[in-house]
């Protein structure tokens, strides 16, 4: 479970200063699929960023598990990263001097933790990305980088994916396949997956939709 | 209404300008390049030219001698010729009787502001009767220089007063027992014959010399064999008659600025790719739109050309209106002494624009390569091999793997550190080369000159003084006497002499202080001072710890001669080789000849075949020894002979200034010596520490320049290195924003970076050192092209010392790195890139 409680986020722009959120409140339980939709400029990436630890709020508080995530050092936030979390860009921004199989492996070898050779084999598979694995982040496609990115945020078992318009830089065939393996990778592992997009037909795939102009409204 | 059109450049322009702050780092950099550059010739030129001027008001533009013409037509030229600035007439008589030979000089009184010779103590004589004796006469009389001012002497058959001393002369070389004395020319015009040989000095102030001299020739129908010049101005002044630095000085400079030259390069160049890349956004959205990448590219590189000519241009102006301030010059002259700067700072400024407008090219390439690429040839799985060894070394692997994807840049770093470190490595050997053979001319302890007139007298005077000896060695402990010397000339039989080693010598014959008489044969004549040395002495100023035995046939020669401004050369002598000296045959060994007196006067007179009255003999090199760790100005800079007691003793018979070193390290109390032999007659006792001040102020000025040099070079290392980091960091930080967003800790994400720049900061030391001691090889050869020897030698820790400074710089490089990589959203790099 991630709870966001009274959360302060603005930009300073000049002398101007640009409210994102003000006591801002949010709760996603565990296994949630939880959509985030909202108009460009709403804050919705911000809000994954401050959710995921790579942005920092203000002030209020995020509690995941009996954790609050804003009072962590950045080490331990780092290993929070590493250790419960998987993150998907839009951008795929996968290593580019690493290929499929090492950009796959690399949270887990980071972690240090033994490597299930069975697990992996599976989440390549279900990914349609076994062929791939000698070639370089360039020599994908975009639809196939995003698959290599799930397979990498997937590899350590997270509790949450957190995911940024995944499928914004892809066709619509690419956009349902990596919809369809995200939302079943995620549902055998029970992992929670919070993802933005201003594209509401996915929303078919989650359990909840939030609406982040509603909600600030709210 | 008019429209107002807008040009697409224009509008780039406006952008280019708005970019980002990088814009103004170039412009600075640019600026402080070429302001280092052209402040450094400017102040060297201006120097120069300031020097030139008051040695123009000494000398004149050349000084012209014209020997053995009549007064009458010396006085007629002085008056006629406008351009002769100073002047000075003077006629010379040898005069010879059984005491020896007098040369007697007939002097105007600014004589001594164009002869080698000094006045040592008094005046000039004004009178008749008034006359100056030499220093050597002094000696004899027994009288300091001072106490014989005012006294009278006979001489010439007259009486005269002595009204100042001169210093001994070269006169005196020439003649065994010849004395100087100078009268006054127009006291004693009267008593000389209208028709007596006259030769004067004239200070020319014409820009033409050749016009000048060839005047003399055709209209005055002097002799040209008689007629002679030299720009003792431009040499007083350093320089050569282009107004460019002569000798090690200009070579220093020269050096310096190319270097400073080059590292500006490497350095505007990287600030160049660093600031394009910020305009990466604006370059995609332009392409986007559809205009040609290239147009946009070359816009960039000439608004980048104009700035970086404008901050170059300012800095001309800057350095140009400083120096002429600075020295009270014409703007004009320094502009056109500054040639050289700005030759150096348009290469730098068409290298980079060169090297701009081939990146794009490369650009091109790469992305054209980039897709050519077959993905089965990369083998390069660092992280399976990382697995293998339980993850200790993955973020060592992640930065080798980075290298082996990227080879091409990963090259481009290392040529740009390689190239800026072989230049700071280079600089550093060739500085302590400098320092290590300057050192050995410091200031060295005492030297002792025994005013004797020949060995068996100076031997006689160190019987009488043993005591005294003793008592120095009692008294002041570390004392030691045992050096003496004379210059003589050797020759060298070398039975396979090289083509190389004659040219050697051939160079050192024209060029330095030794002569090859006979180039065409094995044998060659170099003056050398031969010296006698106990094992004591040996082992206090050589690095022959042990000493050496040296037997009657046999000689150690000192392969370097170090003059008092710290250049160098060699003999070209080893081990094995034969020296040929001459010895005097002793009395009992001269063969007597009779000549007929009546004939002498009468004619048909044949001079008889004259007797031998020396022998050669023939000394073999048996050891070698690099340099003595001492440096006598009285040994005129001449290569060392070290040779047993007795053939010194036969060699220096006519010896007149035997000298000893005496050794004392005690400079607490330094006139505790010179009170020790004060009244000590035939003993002159020589403060070397005061001798060499002169040479010690050179070098502390030399080692304050290098120093400073030193000191910007490691700047523009340390700026270069930092901005390549930051470079490569760049163009990284999309890829270590998303490792840190993954989790991997930002320490760790630095490992990478960190191992990345170490692995390539490995090689490139590893390629630095061998080409730094060739380089540093080539600027010395370079040197002894210019005359301008050194010791060369590199010690193994020397060799460590810009690597360690390396890793300094290394270390302090990553500092903006580190502090941006702490600053750094990962949020907004995500974003952004």
Redesign the interface.
Known sequence: MINLINIDKSYKVGNEKITIFSQYNLMIKDGEKVLISGPSGSGK??LL?IM?T??TCDSGDIIFGDINISKCS??MT??????N???I?Q?Y???????V??NI???I????KE?DNNYIDELINKLGISERL???P??LSGGEQQRVAIA??MVNKPNIIFADEPTGNLDRNNSKYVMEALIDLCESQGTTLIMVTHDLSLSSYFDRVVSIDKEKEA | MKKKSVKFKHLLFKSFCRADKMLIVLIIASFLCSLLISGIWSINSASKIKRLQDARLLFGEYQVMVSDIDKSLAENILKTEKEVKISSLYTQRILQDEKGFSNIIYAQEDFFNLSQMNLKAGTFPKAQNEILVDDLYAFKKGEDAKELIGSKIDFNEKEYIVTGVINNTDFNIAYINTHTFVLNYAANVGSLDNKENISFFLSINSADISNFINKLSNSYKIDSNFISYNNSAYDYAGINTKGQPNGIEGIFYRVIVIVLGFLSIFLIYTLCILFIKKLKPTTSICVALGIDFKKIYKSYVTFIMFFIFLSFILSLIISTLLSALLFNLNYAQVITQNVFSIIIIAVVFSIVGLLLILNIMTNKINKVEQNLKNPVGIKNNRVKSAINKRYKSLYLSLSKQNIAVEKGRAALYTLIIVISSVLFSVSIYSVQIFRDSSQKVQGFDYLLEFKFNNVAEMLDGLKEHEELYKNIKNDIGTNKYSLFFEEKRAGLNKSNITKEHRNYLEKLSTEMSASLNNPNTDIVNIPVVFMSLDNNTIKRISEKAEGINISQNECVVVKNTIDAMGSSFEIGLNAGDQILITIPLDESEIEEIEIDDTQIAGEGFVQPKLPETTKTQSLKVVDTIDYLDINLQQIKNLPLVIVSKDIFDKICTNNKYPSMILFDNDTENPDYLEKYFSGKSGIQLINLVEENKVSEEYFDKIDFSLMAIMFILIIFLTLIMSITIVLRYDESKAQYAVMRAIGIRSSNVMKIFIYEALYLSIISALITVPLSILGTYIIYKSFISQSVFFIYKIPVFLIAMPIVCFIIVSIISYLPVILKMQKQSIAEVIKNE
Do not use: C, E, M, V
């Open positions: 990436s911000t960023n995921s790579i942005d950045k080490k780092s290993d929070l990263r590493l250790n979390f998987g993150f860009f951008s921004h996968l290593i580019k001097t690493l290929n199989h090492d492996l690399l949270p070898i980071a972690a240090g490597i000698n070639h370089f360039y020599q990498r945020a």
